[in-house]
């Protein structure tokens, strides 16, 4: 079993839908990352978390420590939001990376 | 634009050439990282560098090396490639050792070992 799972694999949504991608992880970790990757190949940091919820224009990221488990939400989404979101355990001794989740909004 | 560059941004390679893959950040990080990023597979950590003049292995570090000689530059070498290296390659790095402290990646660099 992967130390970190992310569901779906694929995502397909009409644009304006509330889209969520989750994570789940099966190791400590001091933070968790969440990364996008557009169909140009580059990755951007999108957010890390400890604990709580974090808010970055239509993105939202949430965390429960004591389930292991994450998940980013993406309201009023947009074509423009179509990329493969990467999430990513920080164990401060390596960064282990779940598979990604391939999100396609059609418009 | 501050950032990481890698080069070239794609390659295609015979088996049994060597190759190296640069990368280098103007921000002035500690920490510098290599990826290999694989269908189905997720990104995995080949080679880093906690500071100039220190590596370390990765995940997957075999058929690569790296050095550090400063802390800008962090080139990435296949002595002798193998069909299995075909991957794309993202070079990473953070101001300080460890993820946690944030972290930028290069734009990748497309290898096709023939």
């Known amino acids: 079993k992967n130390e970190v799972e992310q569901s779906p694999q694929n995502l397909t949504a009409q644009e304006g839908e509330f889209i969520t991608i989750n994570c789940s992880y099966s190791v400590g970790i001091s933070a968790l990352h969440w990364l996008q990757q557009h169909p140009g190949g580059g990755i951007v940091s999108l957010f890390m978390?400890?604990?709580g919820k974090k808010k970055h224009g239509r993105l939202i990221a949430t965390i429960n420590i004591q389930e292991k488990h994450s998940s980013l939400h993406i309201t009023a989404s947009h074509p423009r939001d179509s990329a493969v979101y990467i999430c990513?355990?920080?164990?401060?001794?390596?960064?282990?990376f779940g598979k990604g989740t391939r999100l396609h909004i059609l418009p | 634009t501050a950032g990481i560059t890698q080069a070239p941004t794609s390659q295609i390679l015979a088996a049994g050439r060597s190759m190296t893959l640069r990368c280098t950040q103007d921000?002035?990080?500690?920490?510098m990282y290599w990826y290999r990023q694989d269908l189905g597979l997720g990104l995995r950590l080949i080679h880093y560098?906690?500071?100039?003049?220190?590596?370390g292995k990765g995940e997957v570090p075999d058929g690569y090396s790296v050095s550090r000689a400063n802390t800008d530059d962090f080139p990435l070498t296949l002595a002798s490639a193998v069909p299995s290296q075909t991957s794309v390659y993202f070079c990473?790095?953070?101001?300080?050792?460890?993820f946690g402290y944030g972290y930028t990646f290069g734009s990748g660099t497309r290898l096709t070992v023939v």
């Open positions: 978390l400890s604990s």
């Open positions: 990473a790095s953070s101001p300080a050792g460890g």
């Open positions: 921000m002035r990080h500690n920490a």
């Open positions: 990513a355990a920080d164990r401060d001794d390596k960064i282990i």
């Open positions: 560098s906690n500071t100039a003049g220190t590596t």
